[in-house]
């Protein structure tokens, strides 16, 4: 599976931004797909996950109610609505596809197999 993460930008705080990842191959359904962002000088940090299946949904706790993630699995896409936007969410964001991750694991980034490049989310004060 290749990731291709898009929709990044610089913002001012309290604006939204709306991220995409587009999978090749045919069965995106397959995969628990994450966000995972990267602020400098810091280690990456899960963000959210909709696990394959039943479409269930985790948050980090500093993202639960602003920001929200889903997938179309026509298109291959998964999305990460980012709503009321704060300067410390600056990071730069990633997409993580897993094949056999456990919910216990699912904020894990060592449980995902693929990764797409990152895309850069700046929001200024």
């Known amino acids: 599976v290749q990731l291709q993460a898009s929709g990044g930008g610089l913002v001012q705080a309290g604006d939204s931004l709306r991220l995409s990842c587009a999978a090749s191959?045919?069965?995106?359904?397959?995969?628990?797909m994450g966000w995972f962002r990267q602020a400098p000088g810091k280690e990456r940090a899960f963000v959210a996950a909709?696990?394959?299946?039943?479409?269930?949904?985790y948050y980090a706790d500093s993202v639960k109610g602003r920001f929200t993630i889903s997938r179309d699995n026509a298109k291959n896409t998964v999305y990460l609505q980012m709503n009321s936007l704060k300067p410390e969410d600056t990071a730069n964001y990633y997409c993580a596809a897993g094949r056999d991750i456990i919910m216990s694991s699912i904020r894990n980034p060592q449980g995902y197999n693929y990764w797409g490049q990152g895309t850069l989310v700046t929001v200024s004060s």
């Open positions: 909709q696990r394959r299946g039943d479409g269930s949904t």
């Open positions: 191959g045919r069965t995106f359904s397959i995969y628990t």
